[in-house]
């Protein structure tokens, strides 16, 4: 009675992780194409702002590179390989280990960026003032400012 328990227990923290994980790759993703639309976005308008003469303009996009060490990268690409090749042959879902690893490493690999690989973070900056988007929203002016435009 007791393994059985345990079994379902397992059984449904295998289909909790799974599901966590798909939810977190899914926002990443997200994340991702958001980012470099705003950059492309960002120097289509630039583009054609030169080219209609526009010298400036009242805003700043700076992009903040941000490294990401190569081994703690690949240390957690083999953890979430790992867990997932686990959860697909626990479940069912595959019954060969070498076919599904190959499978998860492809999808990773297709999805994920390789290790090392820097990102970036964007920032909005007003001219005038210097103070960033975040800056901004977090000082008691940008907060009266942001409820009176709602």
């Known amino acids: 009675r007791s393994e059985g328990l345990a079994r379902h227990a397992y ?3 295998l289909e909790e992780r799974m599901a966590l994980r798909s939810l977190r790759d899914e926002k990443e993703q997200h994340f991702d194409q958001l980012c470099q639309r705003l950059y ?19 805003w700043r996009l700076k992009a903040h590179r941000e490294e990401h060490d190569m081994a703690a990268d ?10 997932a090749v686990e959860e697909v ?21 297709v999805t994920k960026r390789t290790p090392g690989t820097p990102t970036f973070r964007f920032e909005v900056f007003a001219l005038d003032d210097e103070l960033s988007s975040a800056e901004w ?14």
């Open 40 to 58: 492309q976005r960002w120097r289509k308008l630039r583009q054609i702002r030169r080219e209609q003469g526009f010298a400036s303009t009242p």
């Open 89 to 109: 042959l626990e479940r069912g879902i595959d019954s060969d280990p070498g076919r599904a690893r190959m499978n998860l490493e492809h999808q990773w690999d």
């Open 11 to 13: 059984q449904q923290n």
């Open 137 to 150: 929203l977090d000082s008691s002016i940008g907060e009266d400012q942001a409820k009176e435009h709602v």
């Open 74 to 83: 690949a240390r957690r690409r083999a953890q979430n390989i790992e867990a």
